[in-house]
């Protein structure tokens, strides 16, 4: 069993900074690929970013390429997704994810374990 926890959302600016945290209890988290989502208003959750256990492979959804960079310090327990540049379609409830059985899989049914998730929201 894994527990994950988001933390870092809120109200910022267009063109502004947030960092997410993404921090894991439970079962030994630096065997786990960590994914974002993220879920608008009146739409489906959908695939951000990806780290794989180790950190060293990383996959963005095409809208935020550039802009979101993420990392992980296994010794914390803890992802980070770091958005720069953020865009008033960047607005969401912000989620991360462990357990699928491909490190970079897109689908959410492919998760076994969520967090609660974080709102993050852009402004103009």
């Known amino acids: 069993q894994v527990q994950l926890v988001e933390s870092g959302g809120g109200l910022v600016q267009a063109g502004g900074s947030l960092r997410l945290s993404c921090a894991a209890s439970g079962r030994i988290f630096s065997t786990y690929a960590i994914t974002w989502f993220r879920q608008a208003p009146g739409k489906e959750r959908e695939f951000v970013a990806a780290i794989s256990w180790n950190g060293a492979l990383t996959y963005y959804v095409d809208s935020v390429k550039g802009r979101f960079t993420l990392s992980r310090d296994n010794a914390k327990s803890t992802v980070y997704l770091q958005m720069n540049s953020l865009k008033l379609e960047d607005t969401a409830v912000y989620y991360c994810?462990?357990?699928?059985?491909?490190?970079?899989?897109?689908?959410?049914?492919?998760?076994?374990?969520w967090g609660q998730g974080t709102q993050v929201t852009v402004s103009s």
């Open positions: 994810a462990a357990g699928s059985g491909s490190w970079d899989s897109q689908a959410r049914d492919d998760y076994r374990y």
